[in-house]
């Protein structure tokens, strides 16, 4: 499959430097296989100062406004790691990406979804998310920090405080009315324990089985009050018989077209009319992939989580309604 990739993403100050530490320190990769790639906000970067280890590979990008730069300094970056690395003989087994606080992470995943050369070397295994209990209602208010964990595989919810740990439930309640796929690790910032790595590297979240999605429910009128506030959410779209290929792709075309930049994730299984078994899709903004798989469906022969802003509902159900006469 290639070299895994991890994007760890966070708000300002959320511990995102702490998570990598405690997931270096417990790792059973030897430092010179792990490297970090490091997005800084502004000329300087100083948070690789403060990696526990010294001997870590790690790339700087310094572009700072996400969309206009990193694309291009991410492919340069891994293409250094191919080059001066692999072709060399180094052993990389894994690539952290540790984005700024205030950054976007879906030009990263897009860049290493869609860029050939990137592809046939690296897979995107997970994007983690780390979050501050602490400061959770305050950060929640920024819609970098609501769409950082709108696209996350993993949540990481860091303890500072015995009131921060208090808060722990209501703050994953209130992340899954935006993001209903995801799921919740605690760590704790003030202590220099290890963290298993395997809760962080590894973990093949982001092509998770989706048959999880079937603990996607509906979401309550408040929680539905409550994403309109930050104009956010997840819409669960299912169908009871198999589609035709064309119409689906119809409709999706349809869905790309009126929302060209609200779309962060989807993610599902579908029965196409054409196929004896169940294909999975799995979308990126304006990026949609379909594997075929040796499963049959159960139940529902759609199921489809979509994940993003200022969605129109009514109109989106209304238009996959009519692909399904």
């Not at 296989?33 to 790690?58: A, K, P, T």
């Not at 052993?91 to 950054?103: L, N």
Request: proline share 4%.
């Amino acid at each position: 499959m290639g070299i895994p990739i991890t994007v760890v993403s966070g708000f300002l100050g959320s511990g995102k430097t702490t998570l990598i530490n405690q997931v270096l320190k417990g790792s059973n990769l030897a430092p010179e296989e792990i490297v970090i790639i490091e997005n800084e906000f502004g000329e300087i970067g100083i948070d690789h100062e403060l990696l526990l280890h010294s001997q870590e590979r790690i790339f700087q990008m310094n572009g700072g406004c996400i969309c206009c730069s990193l694309r291009t300094d991410l492919i340069n970056a891994l293409s250094a790691v191919l080059e001066v690395f692999v072709d060399h003989g180094y052993p990389i087994k894994q690539v952290i990406i540790e984005t700024s606080g205030i950054s976007d992470p879906q030009p990263i995943m897009q860049t290493i979804v869609t860029t050939p050369r990137i592809r046939s070397c690296f897979y995107l295994d997970s994007v983690v998310t780390v979050v501050d209990s602490d400061h959770f209602e305050r950060n929640f208010l920024y819609p970098e920090a609501v769409k950082q964990l709108a696209i996350a595989d993993r949540v990481f919810i860091s303890e500072k405080s015995k009131a921060g740990a208090a808060k722990i439930p209501k703050i994953v309640q209130e992340i899954k009315t935006i993001n209903p796929l995801a799921d919740f690790h605690t760590f704790s910032f003030s202590t220099k324990q290890a963290l298993l790595a395997d809760h962080v590297l590894g973990i093949a979240r982001f092509n998770q089985p989706l048959q999880l999605i079937r603990d996607v429910g509906h979401h309550s009128h408040e929680e539905e009050h409550h994403q309109l506030k930050h104009k956010f959410g997840a819409l669960n779209l299912q169908a009871p018989k198999a589609i035709p290929e064309k119409l689906l792709l119809r409709w999706l075309d349809w869905l790309l077209i009126n929302n060209p930049d609200n779309i962060f994730r989807m993610k599902g299984f579908i029965q196409l009319a054409e196929q004896e078994f169940l294909t999975e899709l799995q979308g990126v903004n304006q990026i949609i992939q379909f594997t075929p798989t040796t499963r049959e469906a159960e139940g529902n022969t759609l199921e489809l989580v979509v994940i993003g802003q200022n969605l129109d509902q009514t109109a989106i159900h209304q238009a996959f309604d009519k692909i399904q006469r």
